[in-house]
């Protein structure tokens, strides 16, 4: 049973660790990363099965979990340290020389908790699909999760991999779009228009759960529990998750400006004056 | 001269076939994925026998691509198949990004690599990809010269921990290596020991090289023929030993001067004992469609190119 005032408290942190780390080194992605907060909470907190303390890249037997859409790191980052994988600590190195905490994940440095690198975009559903795929192979029951901007659906490998999926009935793959409209250059239905995002997936022969409150975690954790009682059935399952960019912060919010820009220092003051220090700022 | 009588002719992408479908009875882990090129990789015979374990990609290079990273995550090392052009140039981020700087356990299994191609024409004969994959940290690459060389190659790169790009070819090609080789990643092979001029071949080439020191032998000259099947990392001490024997290296491949074995040696010998040297390579230039043969000629890659490459090079020791 999902905890979520627990789960609200740590969400409260993370934003703070976003803001945080964006501003010390003056650069990084706190949009999405804030857009994205109660996504991430409830998977590391409720849904996925996994082994935080003991990390192993091979993950048999676990949950999987690829973030497609690198640049939102600073989310992941704290996530993942206050799951455990790795000391709070370290988030103050984000982006920062000889840190394991790079721009945008990477394996490289070890760092507990990540399995591929991302940040040039498109590329993380074929490598979710791959390792669900070896999950099979290996007679395991365990699922695989990825994460992917709305923006990042313009490029075309996404397309190859959605098509290989639902033709190989790749259906232990739980893939969820942060749908909140907004890219770099502005919003995406200036920039390239998706089109009928729900029509397009379906008609690649996914199933497809929208979900309208992606920043109330109850409904997250709702419909990524409703997402895995549709797999195993045939078809690979999709959830168009609507959030808002910069959630938490509103100066952030309604605009793409804050997809990849640093707050100065009265901006910080003033974000972290909205934002509840529940478990200590690291 | 050392003889290597021909053991027959075959071409170098079924030594790739014929090993994988080995490396299918003996690895369980070893999967193999195709975009659409099962027959021209010769990896039927694995798809038929294990069905369960080969993946067809469909004309997706990118996916296949992104889906062999994946599927390392839990053990399974995975062989990828298509043209040389479409293993590289088509999805160079991918292999970039996604294996490469991520340190997956795939291989990039290349076929139809330079010009010996053929009729296709330039669109696939793929000139640059020993450039774009040797400049890529953490990539292994492996270039082997016939049938018996690309059978023990694609064994070998299964127990090899890291990313690989293996490159052959299309057409049939002289077998001469010995069938009981083992193959030893990063260790060039001394075929024809010389005393005049040193000859650093890779692929297609090696042979060539072979005849073109028979050839100098009847002129009274001593040509050191050495097989560099992998260009990355290079048998740095096989080159300098030799080299500082004969004073000049004459480099040959099926690729461009730039970014090819040549300017690896080049580079090497730059840092340590500068050395006259001549490239038989692709001067800057795309092919265009031909028999594999009349191309050979025509872009200089011959055993009379490396005749003249080594009688050009002793005049400036």
């Keep these: 049973m999902a905890d979520i005032t627990k789960m609200k408290s740590v969400s409260s942190q993370v934003r703070r660790d976003i803001v945080r780390m964006v501003h010390a080194n003056n650069s990084g992605h706190p949009g999405g990363s804030l857009g994205c907060v109660e996504y991430f909470v409830a998977l590391y907190f409720d849904i996925l099965n996994h082994n935080a303390a003991d990390f192993d890249m091979d993950g048999i037997d676990e949950d999987l979990f690829f973030l497609s859409n690198g640049h939102i790191s600073p989310v992941w980052y704290s996530v993942l340290a206050h799951s455990g994988y790795f000391e709070k600590s370290e988030l103050a190195t984000f982006r920062k020389l000889n840190s394991r905490l790079q721009g945008h994940p990477a394996t490289e440095e070890g760092l507990e908790g990540i399995r591929i690198a991302s940040g040039s975009l498109g590329q993380g559903l074929s490598v979710g699909i791959g390792a669900a795929q070896t999950k099979k192979l290996n007679n395991e029951d365990s699922l695989v999760y990825t994460l992917h901007g709305d923006g990042e659906l313009q490029e075309g490998q996404i397309w190859e991999a959605a098509m290989y999926a639902a033709a190989n009935k790749v259906d232990n793959i739980i893939a969820t779009v942060d749908y909140n409209g907004r890219q770099i250059d502005g919003d995406v239905d200036d920039v390239l228009s998706l089109g009928d995002l729900e029509g397009k997936w379906k008609a690649f022969g996914w199933e497809v759960l929208v979900e309208d409150n992606g920043n109330d975690l109850e409904a997250v954790v709702n419909v990524l529990n409703k997402a895995k009682s549709l797999t195993g059935k045939g078809k690979p399952v999709m959830i168009l998750l609507r959030t808002e960019m910069g959630q938490g912060v509103d100066y952030m919010m309604g605009t793409h400006k804050w997809h990849g820009s640093a707050p100065n220092d009265e901006q910080l003051a003033n974000a972290l004056g909205q934002l509840e220090e529940t478990l200590g700022d690291y | ?317």
Excluded at chain 2, 19 to 45: F, H, I, P, Q, W
């Design chain 2, 1 to 317: 001269m050392k003889e290597y009588p021909v053991l027959g002719t075959k071409d170098t992408r079924s030594g790739f076939g014929d090993g994988l479908l080995e490396l299918g009875r003996t690895n369980e882990n070893v999967v193999a994925m195709c975009a659409d090129l099962t027959g021209s990789l010769k990896m039927n015979a694995f798809q038929d026998e294990f069905p369960e374990r080969f993946f067809q990609a469909g004309i997706a290079e990118a996916n296949m691509i992104g889906m062999a990273a994946g599927m390392t995550i839990g053990g399974k090392i995975p062989f990828t198949g298509t043209f040389a052009n479409f293993s590289t140039s088509r999805v160079y981020d991918q292999v970039r990004q996604s294996i490469a700087y991520s340190e997956k356990n795939v291989k990039i299994c290349a076929s139809h690599a330079g010009l010996t191609l053929g009729e296709d024409g330039a669109t696939h004969q793929v000139l640059e990809d020993l450039g774009m994959m040797k400049m890529l940290p953490n990539m292994c690459v492996i270039n082997p010269c016939d049938y018996n060389q690309t059978k023990a190659a694609t064994i070998a790169i299964a127990d090899y921990e890291g990313p690989v790009y293996l490159r052959f070819g299309r057409p049939k090609v002289p077998i001469f290596m010995p069938e009981d080789m083992p193959f030893e990643i990063g260790k060039g092979i001394l075929l024809n020991e010389g005393t005049d001029v040193t000859i650093v071949a890779t692929g297609h080439l090696v042979w060539k090289a072979l005849e073109a020191a028979k050839e100098l032998e009847a002129k009274g000259i001593s040509a050191e023929v050495i097989n560099i099947h992998t260009i990355k990392p290079l048998d740095e001490e096989i080159i300098l030993n030799s080299v500082m024997k004969t004073k000049c290296v004459v480099t040959a491949e099926e690729h461009q001067i730039a970014g090819g074995l040549g300017e690896s040696v080049s580079s090497l010998l730059c840092r340590t004992i500068p050395t006259p040297q001549e490239f038989v390579a692709v001067d800057d230039t795309f092919g265009e469609s031909g028999t594999p043969d009349e191309l050979m000629t025509k872009y200089g890659l011959d055993a009379v190119d490396i005749i003249s490459a080594c009688e050009a090079v002793i005049k400036r020791k």
